[in-house]
T-cell receptor, first 114, second 110 residues
Framework: DTAVSQTPKYLVTQMGNDKSIKCEQN?????MYWYKQDSKKFLKIMFS???????INETVPNRFSPKSPDKAHLNLHINSLELGDSAVYFC?????????????FGPGTRLTVT | RKEVEQDPGPFNVPEGATVAFNCTYS??????FFWYRQDCRKEPKLLMS???SGNEDGRFTAQLNRASQYISLLIRDSKLSDSATYLC???????????FGGGTRVLVKP
């Protein structure tokens, strides 16, 4: 009964490779997010989708491409991985308009680029 | 200047003691405020929302000072299980974009 799930949990890859991270939520929320948490622990939003429509696109290299096939799924594809991409990537979901604005996070994907 | 700033700590707290820490935000148009908790190598989870009049949830008390643009979190009767990083989170006026502070690490020791 996991609310927000991500795969894989760990990802170790070499520079220059292309990789994808998948996220699914079963909360019925209409909005999903990708965050990056770097080694200094700052959590920064990268993208947000509302009902499959991109609504937040922060200053992220275009090597990062999100895709939302439906409102329960949000995937992140990364091309030509660089050392600086090493971080923990969190997916989250929320119901926009809900009073609490609470965002529910997945367990994170720890990406290490060597 | 960062949009949301926090003392990174760590705050070393004896078990049973009270600890309090603040967070400042730069955007005066910010509308909603939250404290999230993040355990080591885990995902952030909502601890509590912060209301203008201040609010309490068990041993946790949150305050908002709009004039000085800061929010605070006070933990009474600290438990070992309160050891975590506490993230100050601010919601801008538009959309549901949350801005996270860097977190304040709290270590409760026996």
């Amino acid at each position: 009964d996991t609310a927000v799930s991500q795969t894989p949990k760990y990802l170790v890859t070499q520079m220059g490779n292309d990789k994808s991270i998948k996220c699914e939520q079963n909360l019925g929320h209409d909005t999903m997010y990708w965050y990056k948490q770097d080694s200094k622990k700052f959590l920064k939003i990268m993208f947000s989708y509302n009902n499959k429509e991109l609504i937040i696109n922060e200053t992220v290299p275009n090597r990062f491409s999100p895709k939302s096939p439906d409102k329960a799924h949000l995937n992140l594809h990364i091309n030509s991985l660089e050392l600086g991409d090493s971080a923990v990537y969190f997916c989250a979901s929320s119901q926009v308009g809900a009073a609490s604005y609470e965002q529910y996070f997945g367990p994170g994907t720890r990406l290490t680029v060597t | 200047r960062k949009e949301v700033e926090q003392d990174p700590g760590p705050f070393n707290v004896p078990e049973g003691a009270t600890v309090a820490f603040n967070c400042t935000y730069s955007n005066s148009a910010s509308q909603s405020f939250f404290w999230y908790r993040q355990d080591c190598r885990k995902e952030p989870k909502l601890l509590m929302s912060v209301y203008s009049s201040g609010n309490e949830d068990g041993r946790f008390t949150a305050q908002l000072n709009r004039a000085s643009q800061y929010i605070s979190l006070l933990i009474r009767d600290s438990k070992l299980s309160d050891s975590a990083t506490y993230l100050c989170v601010v919601n801008k006026a538009a959309g549901n974009k949350l801005t996270f502070g860097g977190g304040t690490r709290v270590l409760v020791k026996p």
